[in-house]
């Protein structure tokens, strides 16, 4: 599966953004999908995942209450709300999917887009 990750931009502290995920060739409807995030010298972090049909998320500690993963398979996007952000939220943004939810839970994507940068200025 082809996934495409945007909306990133350049936001200033306690901005918001919403990061989209569209897949072609497959319908996302068939894959656990999960956002990971990589700053600037740093390994690549999990951000947040989202089950089939919503059925369950997981978000990283640091980021619940800001940050909102969601899905609309109509459209075939999971989507990443972002909200109130912080400097230390500068980083590519990739999304993934897997196709066993214990992959998933294990962070173990077998699919994923290029990413889409997000720059948090003070």
């Known amino acids: 599966v082809q996934l495409q990750a945007s909306g990133g931009g350049s936001v200033q502290t306690g901005d918001s953004l919403t990061l989209s995920c569209t897949a072609s060739?497959?319908?996302?409807?068939?894959?656990?999908m999960g956002w990971f995030r990589q700053a600037p010298g740093k390994g690549r972090e999990f951000v947040a995942a989202?089950?089939?049909?919503?059925?369950?998320?997981y978000i990283l500690d640091s980021v619940k209450g800001r940050f909102t993963i969601s899905r609309d398979d109509v459209k075939n996007t999971v989507y990443l709300q972002m909200t109130n952000l912080k400097p230390e939220d500068t980083a590519v943004y990739y999304c993934?999917?897997?196709?066993?939810?214990?992959?998933?839970?294990?962070?173990?994507?077998?699919?994923w887009g290029q990413g889409t940068q997000v720059t948090v200025s003070s």
């Open positions: 993934a999917a897997a196709a066993d939810v214990n992959r998933a839970l294990a962070f173990e994507y077998e699919y």
């Open positions: 060739e497959r319908t996302v409807s068939n894959y656990h």
């Open positions: 989202i089950g089939w049909g919503g059925g369950w998320t």
